[in-house]
């Protein structure tokens, strides 16, 4: 539900805007003056201002300028609501970044409808810069992939001449060698992640011609040792709980491979050692469901609604390392395959499912 913010000195017509608009499906927030409506807006981020020019300690104007001067207000979508006809109140309202500009007395159906322009093009904004950043984001995951690994097998080329040549006489070069080995393979996987993500697309064009190619697969044995395999590296052997049932699959192996490994990953990378992580492999009527629990910090709603590549929602001590990408890329492969995903999250436990169907989806 959208949160309008209603800015006006005059109570009774405060009041009836705001019934007006609570009729309409809008939620409303209400303000008596210009400082407490500033005050207001910092506080609950409202999706759009309805703000009256004329009013003690600060007048619309002031009020406007300090939403535009501040980062969290700035592109809030704002209208004047005045009994000022005069031309350059108009001129000055639009120039200092005013959306648009409703007279006293005003029709309650023009102010209803103003409010549902200035939000749709708001939210065609928000739209669109989310495909720019996404646009960028693939053309940079489509263009480092190659010139990355012709360097990582450079350096490998060169850490490994130096060992033959230098290993017998000192230990340490072979223990360089394998933690450079270690650092090469997790870069060969981030550069992995980074071509699949920018394919994605085009195999999205294409998936019923892939899903109609692939091989069933047999979940069971990749689930294990795939899920192994990551908690190997992050020397979690002994937090895995692994139990699979058995089926087939309209799944490449690649592609489940894939999807446990990021989920697993996930789940290592968000939980502290020693505390459990559990892969379970479901067979449901319908669906073949992998699920991925974890003992770690929870998500919030936002977060999982916000959840797309390169996005990370911790920082500083707490901020693991990665790209942000595994689980965009999860939802790639299930939306390409006909799946479902979902993460559940509370205090204490996080949840993330793929649900598989045993039948292709066309």
């Not at 270690?182 to 992995?192: F, N, Q, V």
């Not at 044995?221 to 899920?227: D, F, G, M, P, W």
Request: proline share 5%; aromatic share 6%; glycine share 6%.
């Amino acid at each position: 539900m959208k949160k309008i913010l209603i800015i006006e000195d005059d109570q009774s017509l405060r009041k009836q805007m705001a019934q007006i608009l609570r009729f309409e499906g809008f939620d409303t927030v209400e303000a008596a003056d210009g400082k407490a409506g500033v005050s207001c807006a910092m506080g609950s981020n409202p999706d759009l201002v309805i703000c009256d020019i004329m009013m003690p300690a600060l007048d619309g104007f002031g009020v406007l300028q300090a939403l535009r001067n501040n980062p969290r207000t700035t592109l809030t979508p704002f209208i004047f609501l005045t009994a000022l006809v005069e031309i350059h109140d108009r001129r000055q309202g639009m120039t200092e970044g005013a959306d648009d500009y409703i007279t006293k007395p005003y029709d309650p159906d023009a102010l209803v409808g103003s409010v549902r322009r200035r939000l749709e093009k708001r939210d065609r904004q928000i739209e669109e810069s989310r495909m720019r950043a996404e646009e960028v984001s693939l053309a940079v995951a489509a263009s480092l992939p190659q010139e990355i690994l012709q360097t990582v097998e450079h350096i490998t080329t060169v850490v490994n001449l130096l060992t033959v040549k230098c290993a017998p006489q000192d230990a340490q070069v072979s223990e360089m060698r394998l933690a450079v080995a270690r650092e090469s393979d997790r870069l060969r996987r981030a550069i992995r992640r980074l071509h699949l993500y920018s394919q994605l697309p085009q195999l999205y064009a294409n998936r019923f011609e892939i899903v109609k190619g692939e091989k069933q697969s047999a979940p069971e044995s990749v689930v294990e040792r795939v899920a192994m395999e990551v908690c190997r590296n992050w020397n979690r052997e002994s937090d895995l709980v692994v139990k699979s049932e058995s089926a087939q699959l309209p799944l490449a192996e690649d592609y489940l491979a894939l999807l446990v490994e990021e989920l697993v990953d996930n789940a290592c990378k968000f939980s502290a050692p020693e505390s459990p992580i559990h892969v379970h492999g479901e067979a449901r009527p319908e669906f073949w469901v992998l699920s991925v629990s974890n003992h770690g910090a929870a998500l919030s709603p936002d977060q999982i609604a916000q959840m797309g590549a390169f996005k990370q929602f911790w920082t500083g001590n707490k901020k693991p390392p990665g790209l942000g990408l595994g689980l965009a890329l999860t939802q790639g492969v299930a939306r390409l395959h006909g799946c479902e995903f979902e993460i559940q999250s509370s205090a204490g436990l996080t949840t993330a499912a793929v649900m598989i169907p045993f039948q292709p989806r066309s």
